[in-house]
């Protein structure tokens, strides 16, 4: 369980918000939505120990995510930006890249398992060859939720997943969210959409 408590933060001098207290529950897809510029992508950062309090604290099981302890959350962590640039050629590269870090190195990684977890997003199979400049920018959020889903995280942090996608893809992204959540994971989706279903929707 994620909690945040009257929590405020600040950015370039400017306070975001402020007061901000709400729980991320096991299991649950929780929401973050709001106008541009409100803090949403920097609440998320936050949350992974990236941006400092004004005030209040977050916490993981009760225990404190500070300056000291947030690299070691952090290895329970799934982060998905929204534009994303990685430095590698060719998807294959792509979705192997995460397995490469020493926090993954126990999980297990093939090509089959890649294409279950693309089965289930809507990806075709003939984007593993390809290139990196080759695929749009929905393709390659959806490579990497697709490939973190495989790492098992226990919270997985999602910045803005649908907003190049389709309504068919849209929907295979948040079905398969909630299925990652109904697996264990605390999943927390920064989103302009509305309709994107969720068990709970925070408005900053």
Sequence with gaps: MLELKNVAVSHNGKR???RLSFVAADGKVTVVSGKSGCGKTTLLRAIMGLHPLDEGFISIDGELITALSAP???QWMAYIPQDI???VGTVEELTRLPFTLKANASMPYTRERVMEQWHQIGLDAS?????VSEVSGGERQRIMLATLGMLEKRIVIVDEPTSALDHMASTLVNDYLQCLAKQGATVIVVS????????????L
């Excluded at 302009?192 to 408005?203: A, G, P, V, Y």
């Design 127 to 131: 984007l593993f060859t390809k290139r």
């Design 192 to 203: 302009h959409d509305s309709n994107f279903k969720c068990d709970k929707r925070i408005e």
């Design 85 to 87: 640039s990685f430095p």
């Design 16 to 18: 975001l918000f402020e």
């Design 72 to 74: 070691a959350f952090r």
